[in-house]
């Protein structure tokens, strides 16, 4: 035994704080011949892995609980998935719209010859009878100067009277939409009909209150359709049957300016001193639509919504001939330009394109 000189304090120290393996003696180590006692064995193997101290073993609670907390947070995502679904559902539908609009299918044929042939598999022919093929050509094809001119113009005249009648239709069930809700009578504005009346008002940049006599006189008179053979007269004027760089680049067809540097492109025969330029649209479609609008809210064409008005109110069919006339301040020419819109729609017997409809497209 050794002794421990500190004062007051006596105390064994074992001369054998690790146990020996050399010297174990019947299951004890050496430390037992002296009478002491010795630390619990250890594991010399587990000494040397790092292993010194035993690992706890977990319980079965801990073990279920930890299952238990991997299994909630897998389901957790299908549980909000499913909330947010179910909430959807309970919210209102949208409301369908009052006003329908028609419904193209979108087409880009890679040339001019190319669409004659899209014509001819869907026996559509000239002059159309009948329903006719719902497409929207997106851009005019080049090589219509390849087709024969009577040819050519037979398949411009096709490419643009489906998109002529959808937004011509677009526009006449906004104005049957008009006419039935000014004959309820008073219009509630905080309705939903008296919000979609406000929002065609504006759109045809008319103002004051929707329950005057003159208000709604003069929203009529800008929310009818133009005349089918006047359209398509002035598209194949403006563009040069679809070969103009303006056409083919800009799907521009009836040659309207902007002073937006953003949305046109510069004539090349500008006048140096002029500033203007010529609109760029997105597609044929969208010129169109623009074309129309521009007819019925522009003020250079008052005579011709006046004209077109009292053919509305004296139940006579809209005259493309003599609305045409009305269209003398639509270029600098003047007479002579409305004149030359005369004879095309006289020479191409435009004027008989009555009772056509839109097929369906199906959606």
């Not at 679809?242 to 521009?252: C, D, H, I, Q, W």
């Not at 760029?280 to 004209?307: E, K, M």
């Amino acid at each position: 035994m050794l002794w421990d000189s500190t004062p007051r304090s006596v105390r064994v120290v074992s001369p054998c704080p690790k146990p020996l393996a050399a010297a174990r003696f019947a299951g004890g180590s050496i430390c037992h011949l002296h009478g002491l006692h010795s630390p619990q064995p250890i594991n010399e193997e587990r000494v040397i892995r790092g292993h010194h101290r035993s690992q706890p073993r977990t319980s079965l609670i801990g073990r279920v609980s930890r299952f238990l907390g991997y299994m909630l947070l897998s389901v957790i995502p299908f549980l909000a998935a499913g909330f947010i679904v179910w909430y959807q559902a309970q919210l209102p539908a949208a409301p369908a719209p009052l006003v329908a609009q028609a419904a193209l299918i979108p087409l880009k044929p890679p040339s001019a010859i190319a669409l004659e042939n899209i014509f001819s598999s869907e026996d559509y022919s000239w002059p159309p009878q009948g329903t006719i093929p719902p497409y929207a050509i997106q851009s005019l094809p080049y090589g219509f100067n390849t087709l024969d001119p009577d040819e050519k113009k037979t398949v411009f005249f096709r490419a643009l009277l489906p998109i002529v009648l959808a937004e011509n239709l677009s526009i006449w069930n906004q104005r049957v939409f008009l006419l039935q809700q000014f004959g309820h009578g008073s219009i509630d504005p905080q309705s939903d009909a008296g919000q979609e009346l406000v929002n065609i008002a504006a759109q045809y940049k008319v103002s004051g209150d929707l329950n005057d006599p003159r208000v709604r006189e003069t929203l009529l008179s800008r929310v009818d359709i133009v005349p089918v053979a006047l359209v398509l007269a002035q598209a194949a004027q403006e563009s040069g049957w679809g070969t103009s760089r303006f056409a083919l680049e800009g799907n521009n067809l009836f040659g309207i300016w902007t002073w937006d540097a953003d949305q046109g492109s510069v004539p090349v025969d500008r006048p140096g001193d002029a500033n203007h330029l010529v609109r760029v649209y997105p597609d044929i479609q969208t010129s169109v639509r623009a074309y129309l609008h521009n007819i019925n809210i522009g003020f250079a064409y008052v005579d011709f919504r006046n004209q077109r008005a009292h053919m509305r109110a004296t139940g006579k069919p809209l005259d493309a001939l003599a609305l045409a006339g009305a269209l003398n301040r639509y270029s600098i020419t003047g007479n002579a330009y409305t004149e030359n819109i005369r004879a095309m729609i006289s020479s191409n017997e435009l004027a008989k394109l009555n009772d056509l409809s839109l097929g369906n497209t199906g959606g």
